[in-house]
């Protein structure tokens, strides 16, 4: 069972990038995503920012020869999964291969709008909007153009879904039941979740500052991450066999509340401890951590008390890439999973962007400049509602 | 893996009532007849929780406590739909007063993964919590990952439950489909015109890795395939082979057919092609039609295996196969020995 699981591709579609490359520019440049709300189409458009996927949803469908009334988190999906396999050179058709994928909001996107016109009368509102409502029609879509059916399904732990399905695919493969996952998760902006953080107070209406002392909140954002992980014998196969693996992963529960982490972090520090272990590394080992850090006031203090209970003088370098694609939910594990692999491939540590006063609690502080670095393991953490914690750990295959 | 407990909240009161006089409906769906919340949970949670929420909690405290285990070492759950009372609640509410004047509570409540959450909340079990969304096979997809956390050696219990729920907007919406028909449940199976009835329910089991004293049935196998081009007899008898399991070994064999006369097609000619002179019964008729109903087959399959023990004769079922194809897409095979 200890078998490697390689990471031979990667794919994201992102509010600063349609690509990999154009994600990596803007990472490295420090350019964010967030702005005036232009595509959603909410009450709360000048007060509070998002980071948008630039590409409209017809841009998107005449790019991927999808009909239009496609759910944006279908579109977004099939982008960012479709990079993913062309960036592995890997083709999948001859293998056993899966795909994985997670959401929050499913095809919610489309339903909002059904919505309107069926309360008015319960025959009203085109069903085209709604046949594609089940979060796991959203990933059908994808999966059908892909042509991938030797294993689909859908993971929905809120904010940490995405990382819940990566951590899956590598177990899938351990244990010989596929050869080739393309794993991650995809969530569009809606009006439902912007309005449902919204409610709880936890927007910020200037741009989030994640791990901040003064932080207000998050910015919701969109987009879809991909990875495709890859069995030994695949790898192997491969012109070129790929460098970084995925070693370590833990799902772990706060148990404290439905939506509010832990002061301490409990989940947290669980999740970040069992990935540790599972990737037989010391906290020391770690050379990066790309946080959960939405910027929120609970999330940040309970995330940055268990890296502070755990790392305890070992603190390593920390960021969170949420301050340039704000807070992308069900895609966000993934979309930071992509971050970290291209961290370790590019030897780079991204800035946390707009920081400016620690946290009076913690004893460190994130990175704020982009840092060149060889990086052999990097952490990503996951948190959701429902108290779903989930770490990976991504490092670099040596010998 | 094994069965060590399987709990249902459904339209059906217990199993000894279903065996002596099953509930029947009529209408165009099955609802659950829920239990005394109060037994399971705080009555001040009671207030707060939604009907999916309180007739999962209900479904899985029921399963650890015939299972005799305080405290799984992960929960899984599948929902094809999730909370849809708290996402409609939100969503109607965020329509008619134009994102204005809203309250977090049903937001917060609606996310999937609220049923697994809220479990893990009421038992302090900081353990693996999944929730799989995948349609006709997000239960499958629960049970695969059950299997595959007890294969790596991460768990020794788990529970693992499906949940989904019928309300007002969804039925109606889903009505607009043409997939439903006025009919009477315990005459559905056989009413041979187009449509069904929609069902509901909350299954939760108690898997283990190695066999306990009270484990009830241990699960061979399990599989589930997506838009397969394999005919399904082949996928059987190939699931069968695989198990070294002859046809003539099993003893009962549930099938979800569920009175649509054009899906119905489908499992007669299986059962006339693979299983001609065999006890094949449906459950549909039951629990109604749902993306997550192969989790009561589970459940009335467990609970006949368990019946059959205590009464002990010769129509004890001791080997039982589940095939259910929800809506021709998702093929998922069970099967299960008494042990």
Redesign the interface.
Known sequence: ?SQKVYIAGVGIISAIGNNVGENLASLKDGNAGMQQMERLQ???KDKLPVAEVSLSNDELCSQLKLPNHISRSALLSTVAAKEAISNSGIDIHKWRTGFISAT?V?GMDK??NF??E??AD??NGD?KN??NH????V??IT??HLGI??????????CSSSA?SIF?AA??I??G?LDVVVAGGTDSLT??TL??F???MILDSQYCQPFDENRRGLNLGEGAGYLVLVSEKVAESMDQKPEIALSGWC?????????ASSPDG??NY?AMKGALKKADLKPADIDYINLHGTGTNNNDIAEGTAIKNLFEGNYPPVSSTKSFTGHTLGASGAIEAVYSVLAIREGLIFPNLRFETQMKELPFAPVTELQHKELRNVMSNSF?????CSSLIFSKVIG | MYIRSASAVSPQASFNQMLSTPAVYTGDKLNCIEPDYSKYIDPKLIRRMSRIIKMGVAAAMEALKDAELSMPDA?ITGT???CLADTDA???R???F???L???TS????????V???I??M?????????????G??FE?AV??TQ??L??GEAENILVGAVDEIIE?SH??IS??GIYKESESNKLLNSGTDGTMAGEGASFFVFSKNKEQNSIAKLEDVKTY???GRKAENIIHNFLMENNVPVENLDLIILGNNGDSKTDEHYNTVAQHLFGGKRLVGYKNYCGEYPTSSAFALWMATMMIEHGKKINNATSPKKILIYNNYKLKYPSLYLLSAC
């Open positions: 069972m909410s009450v709360h929050s499913g339903t909002e919505f309107t069926f309360l319960h025959q069903l709604v046949v089940e979060c796991g029609a990933t059908e999966a059908d059916r030797d294993f689909v399904t859908t993971v929905s732990t809120a819940n899956l177990r899938l351990r244990q039941f009006k439902f309005n449902g919204n409610t709880l799902n772990a529960n706060d148990a404290h509340h439905q939506t409990t989940g669980l959701g509602f429902g108290g779903n | 929960i094809a739909y999730g939100f969503l109607s965020m329509v008619e134009n994102e204005e809203l309250s977090p937001f917060i409540q609606s996310t999937h993964n609220t697994g959450a809220q893990a909340l038992l302090h079990c900081h353990h693996y919590n999944n929730t799989y969304v995948h349609r096979s997000s997809a695969l990952d595959s956390l294969e790596e907007n109606a919406i607009r489909f997506y838009k397969t």
